[in-house]
């Protein structure tokens, strides 16, 4: 847990894979005989995120928590392109890799996403699946995005690209300088929690500044992207039991509410309290607790 430090801990074990000639990168947290479980981090972020998340798992699951394309210590794809079809395929790849058999999952944001198209395309493959406010823009959102002229969101997109063509990544002095940067993205993050997270995202300069891990690309948003039908024809297709969870003090809207939920076999979902955007790190002892009792049950 955060914050304690009479308890030594054991880091995992890292290793590669290959999927359409990148390098990428996973954690494995050991416990092979357990039943495995596979934590997938959101954009712009990266395996070690899910550490405290890992470390009360393991005791039980197999956990492997992989470092996206793009991120972490994986390579950065050829181009800049990062669609969603592709990180499904990273999964996929790795899943064939490790020869899984079927397999829990939790996954935050754009993970989450990832992971419900990877069980509607392979609901055979997954035993549950916790999705963290996964489920894409609020319906709203999407109708905007959706409503742009699609030569308007190709303009955009491109104008987009050639702008991170010429971002030169931010170079922060010291670990706790970016670290400061990052809990002015999350203010529920504590010092500590914030400085965890930075020494696992950077890398370290030539000119002993540190910058993010992240490929900058990353930041873009395809002109093309699955619109809410044909997501709610993927969700459909997964069999296993799912959790949807958001926060309350978070921008997601309810997926009871906005009617996402209807096309799920067997969904419920439940609001954290106090939680934004990253619950797993904002009420850290809640959600195992409701994770717990989820895969329990």
Same mark, same amino acid.
């Given at each position: 847990?955060?914050?304690?430090?009479?308890?030594?801990?054991?880091? *995992?074990?890292?290793?590669?894979?290959?999927?359409?000639?990148?390098?990428?990168?996973?954690?494995?947290?050991?416990?092979?005989?357990?039943?495995? =479980?596979?934590?997938?981090?959101?954009?712009?972020?990266?395996?070690?995120?899910?550490?405290?998340?890992?470390?009360?798992?393991?005791?039980?699951?197999?956990?492997?928590?992989?470092?996206?394309?793009?991120?972490?210590?994986?390579?950065?794809?050829?181009?800049?392109?990062?669609?969603?079809?592709?990180?499904?395929?990273?999964?996929?790849?790795?899943?064939?890799?490790?020869?899984?058999? *079927?397999?829990?999952?939790?996954?935050?944001?754009?993970?989450?996403?990832?992971?419900?198209?990877?069980?509607?395309?392979?609901?055979?493959?997954?035993?549950?699946?916790?999705?963290?406010?996964?489920?894409?823009?609020? *319906?709203? =959102?999407?109708?905007?995005?959706?409503?742009?002229?699609?030569?308007?969101?190709?303009?955009?997109?491109?104008?987009?690209?050639?702008?991170?063509?010429?971002?030169?990544?931010?170079?922060?002095?010291?670990?706790?300088?970016?670290?400061?940067?990052?809990?002015?993205?999350?203010?529920?993050?504590?010092?500590?929690?914030?400085?965890?997270?930075?020494?696992?995202?950077?890398?370290?300069?030539?000119?002993?500044?540190?910058?993010?891990?992240?490929?900058?690309?990353?930041?873009?948003?395809?002109?093309?992207?699955?619109?809410?039908?044909? =997501?709610?024809?993927?969700?459909?297709?997964?069999?296993?039991?799912?959790?949807?969870?958001?926060?309350?003090?978070?921008?997601?809207?309810?997926?009871?509410?906005?009617?996402?939920?209807?096309?799920?076999?067997?969904?419920?979902?439940?609001?954290?309290?106090?939680?934004?955007?990253?619950?797993?790190?904002?009420?850290?002892?809640?959600?195992?607790?409701?994770?717990?009792?989820?895969?329990?049950?």
């Amino acid at each position: 847990m955060p914050g304690d430090s009479t308890v030594e801990i054991i880091g *995992p074990s890292s290793s590669f894979y290959i999927s359409q000639r990148l390098t990428l990168h996973y954690v494995d947290w050991g416990n092979e005989s357990a039943p495995p =479980m596979l934590l997938i981090h959101g954009g712009r972020d990266h395996a070690r995120s899910w550490d405290w998340v890992a470390r009360d798992l393991r005791r039980d699951y197999h956990v492997i928590a992989p470092d996206l394309r793009g991120h972490g210590d994986s390579d950065w794809a050829i181009g800049g392109m990062y669609s969603q079809s592709e990180f499904v395929f990273d999964v996929t790849q790795l899943v064939e890799a490790l020869e899984l058999p *079927p397999f829990g999952i939790i996954a935050h944001s754009m993970g989450g996403a990832i992971a419900l198209q990877f069980a509607g395309t392979y609901p055979e493959r997954v035993s549950k699946l916790v999705a963290i406010e996964g489920m894409g823009p609020p *319906p709203e =959102m999407l109708v905007r995005y959706l409503g742009v002229p699609t030569w308007q969101r190709m303009h955009n997109w491109i104008e987009a690209m050639q702008k991170l063509a010429g971002r030169t990544p931010r170079r922060y002095p010291s670990i706790d300088a970016a670290a400061r940067r990052m809990q002015d993205e999350n203010l529920f993050l504590s010092a500590e929690q914030a400085r965890h997270l930075t020494i696992h995202g950077v890398a370290r300069n030539e000119d002993r500044t540190f910058s993010w891990k992240f490929d900058n690309y990353v930041r873009a948003f395809g002109p093309y992207r699955f619109d809410l039908e044909e =997501m709610k024809s993927l969700w459909g297709r997964i069999r296993c039991p799912v959790l949807l969870i958001r926060g309350s003090e978070s921008w997601a809207s309810d997926p009871e509410e906005d009617g996402r939920m209807e096309p799920f076999q067997d969904a419920r979902s439940i609001c954290i309290e106090g939680a934004g955007h990253w619950v797993h790190h904002d009420r850290l002892g809640e959600f195992l607790r409701v994770v717990r009792a989820f895969f329990d049950g």
